[in-house]
C-alpha cells in the first residue's frame, strides 16, 4: 500500500480565516512532506518532517505552520492567507534515506486551495 | 544554479504507439532520478525510479534510461493507452546536497489520441 490521504479535496478560504489541512498516511515512513503547486508548474517543496521534527523549511512565510502530531499526521494550519497563495497543496512521505541511498516520494491527491 | 528540464513540453502520440518522453538534468552529482505521472486533479503518482549505478531499468510497460554522460534521462512508455494521458514529471536528487530535497522537471503533457 502506497497511499496517501489529504483532506479536504478542496478548500475555499478568505484571508482573514483560519484553516488546516489534513495529511496522513501508514506506510510506516518517517519522513513527511508539504509542496505547493501552481497550475502548470511542478511541485515546489515547503517544508520537510524527520521522526516528526522540521528538518526543511524552503523559507515558507509564517503564515504557513506546520505541525506533525505524530509520525502518521501531518498538518499544515493556514491563517491570513494571500490569493496567490491559491494552489494545489501536496503531502507526501518516503522512507528515511539511509545506507540503501535515497528514498521514493509518495504524493497524496492533494488539496486544491482558493483563497479570496 | 543547477536543474533538471525536459526537452519536449508537450507530445501526442496515437494509441498503441510507444511514447518516449525526455529529460536533461544539468548537475554532474545526480544520482536518483524518479518520474512521476499527473492526471488531471490528482496529485504525482510514482511510476519507475532509477540509480545512477544502473543506465536501464524496466516496470509494467514502462522503461527509463540513464545516460550518465550527456545527463541525459528517459522514460519509454510501450503501447500507450489513452489512460496515460497526463503531465510527467522527471525529478533528480543529488549527492551533496539534502537527501530529502526532490529538483523538478518543468514537465511533459502526454496526449495520447485513441
Known amino acids: 500500500d502506497t497511499e496517501v490521504t489529504q483532506t479536504p479535496k478542496h478548500l475555499v478560504m478568505g484571508m482573514t480565516n483560519k484553516k488546516s489541512l489534513k495529511c496522513e498516511q501508514h506506510?510506516?515512513?518517517?519522513?513527511m512532506y508539504w509542496y505547493k503547486q501552481k497550475a502548470k508548474k511542478p511541485p515546489e517543496l515547503m517544508f520537510v518532517?524527520?521522526?516528526?521534527?522540521?528538518?526543511i523549511n524552503e523559507s515558507v512565510p509564517s503564515r504557513f505552520s506546520p505541525e506533525c502530531p505524530n509520525s502518521s499526521l501531518l498538518n499544515l494550519h493556514l491563517h491570513a492567507l494571500q490569493p496567490e497563495d491559491s494552489a494545489l497543496y501536496l503531502c507526501?512521505?518516503?522512507?528515511?534515506?539511509?545506507?540503501?541511498?535515497?528514498?521514493?516520494?509518495?504524493f497524496g491527491p492533494g488539496t486544491r486551495l482558493l483563497v479570496l | 544554479g543547477e536543474s533538471v528540464g525536459l526537452h519536449l513540453p508537450t507530445l501526442s502520440v496515437q494509441e498503441g504507439d510507444n511514447s518516449i518522453i525526455n529529460c536533461a538534468y544539468s548537475?554532474?552529482?545526480?544520482?536518483?532520478f524518479i518520474w512521476y505521472k499527473q492526471e488531471s486533479g490528482k496529485g504525482p503518482q510514482f511510476i519507475i525510479d532509477?540509480?545512477?549505478?544502473?543506465d536501464k531499468r524496466q516496470g509494467q510497460r514502462v522503461t527509463v534510461l540513464l545516460n550518465k554522460t550527456v545527463k541525459h534521462l528517459s522514460l519509454q512508455i510501450a503501447a500507450t493507452q489513452p489512460g496515460d494521458s497526463a503531465v510527467y514529471f522527471c525529478?533528480?536528487?543529488?549527492?551533496?546536497?539534502?537527501?530529502?530535497?526532490?529538483?523538478f522537471g518543468k514537465g511533459t503533457l502526454l496526449t495520447v489520441n485513441p
Open positions: 507526501a512521505s518516503s522512507q528515511l534515506p539511509g545506507l540503501a541511498g535515497k528514498e521514493t516520494q509518495y
Open positions: 506506510m510506516g515512513h518517517r519522513a
Open positions: 518532517y524527520s521522526y516528526e521534527k522540521l528538518s
Open positions: 548537475n554532474s552529482a545526480s544520482d536518483y
Open positions: 532509477i540509480r545512477s549505478n544502473m
Open positions: 525529478a533528480e536528487n543529488s549527492s551533496g546536497g539534502s537527501n530529502y530535497k526532490l529538483t
